[in-house]
């Protein structure tokens, strides 16, 4: 089962070493954007231009896929001022994103500055008089602007043949997709308008605060709330940004933690994708992965080498892949697998085959994925993963630690820790007992 720890830095190694050229392409094409959003920003001075890509190039670099990058250009608007109203059901969309729940932004009473926003680019009506301002018009508004930018940065010559193409602006479409070239990686950026508005930071339900992250990530990444389009009507909160802010956060740490991203990450595009490459896991999942193994594993000790850091995001993967279901990390009651529909059949025994045998996937090849058909699952570890996940006692640090045991990856002094997974172990062999 064991790959040797050169193979694993072996792989990590051609993965960091391509980093540097994946960020001199995204400036470039950050470059041509902001020269974009200037342009839209001396037509319409509302739309504000934000410098701080810092976290953009950030998660890109570290996903280095076909992914889109989110741009988000924020409103000179009071977001303060405004009141959060839940969305009537036939205004909501059928699927939501980030399954956060759909509003309305009410604007008070004239005399405030937000009727700068509502004289020109107009409001919704609500019953009773109540004034909402409507995503929709500030989407297109901005679209039509962001097609005068272009036309002007043509004119001046300030674009070249080639560095941009608009055929991706839809109507239909909550964002506006440009694809921009970097060098010679074509990038596709995703520009939507957001409102920001200062919120009491998140609690998480049940769990402690901050464990396993730095003192206060979770107050400065859930401070600020982000509301961008969801439907011509509806807004939606963005977690977008408070996710790459903990990711950023755990990079503070030590130990090889985002080296296992990378490494997992490369597997999954590699070996793990399905034809067509829809539906299948995404850069996304993962990020929430290992967001959710920094909480359950929050002693440096799990943390010592890459091998054991991979294993700490491969059985919380393998644990959601087996009962389809991959909570997100500040809103539990939302499954990120909900709408994207992965195909658990093919998916789950790729996962397997690698935390079996990890050293025959463990290198760069750019034809055919390797071979796992025939692969057939370790039953007791399926019977472990397939426990039904009815009180929480499957989806914290007991259950991962008997699941790291099975893959002989543990290695850890912790009494405390060795206790609860002896105790949970007990309780399982008895309701095994019991259902046959």
Known sequence: MAASASHWHSC???????????????????????????????????????????????????????????????????????????????????????????????????????????????????????????????LQHLKELLVSAIVQCQRRFLLQPGDLSAENLREDAMELSLLICGGWKTIRFDIVPVVRKWQEPLRLKGRLSDRGFPAGSLRKATQEAHFVPASPHCWRSSSHLPILKLLQAVDMLKGPRLDSLRVLNQIRSQDWGEEGGKGGLTFKHLKMVLLWSTEFFPSPEDWQDLEGSVYRLLVILLRCLATQRLPHFLYPEENLFQGDHPDFTSLYPKVESFAWDPQRFLHFHFDLPVHTEGWKADPRTQALLQLPAKDGSYWDTAYFDILLSQFQVYRIQDGVRHSAMSQLLSKIRQEILQQS
């Open 12 to 138: 990590l190694g051609v993965i960091v070493s391509r980093e540097r050229q994946w960020l001199e392409h995204f400036q470039r094409a950050e470059d041509i954007l902001l020269t974009l959003l200037e342009g839209v920003h001396a037509l319409e001075p509302r739309f504000l231009v934000d410098y701080a890509r810092n976290l953009e190039a950030f998660e890109f670099v570290l996903c280095s896929s076909e992914d889109a990058v989110t741009v988000e250009v924020p409103l000179r608007i009071d977001g303060d001022a405004l009141r959060v109203l839940a969305c009537q059901p036939g205004d909501s969309p059928a699927r939501n994103h980030s399954g956060l729940g759909t509003c309305y932004l009410e604007v008070p009473s004239p005399g405030t500055d937000l009727e700068d926003w509502t004289s020109t680019v107009g409001v919704m009506e609500l019953g009773g008089g109540t004034r909402c301002l409507a995503p929709g018009k500030v």
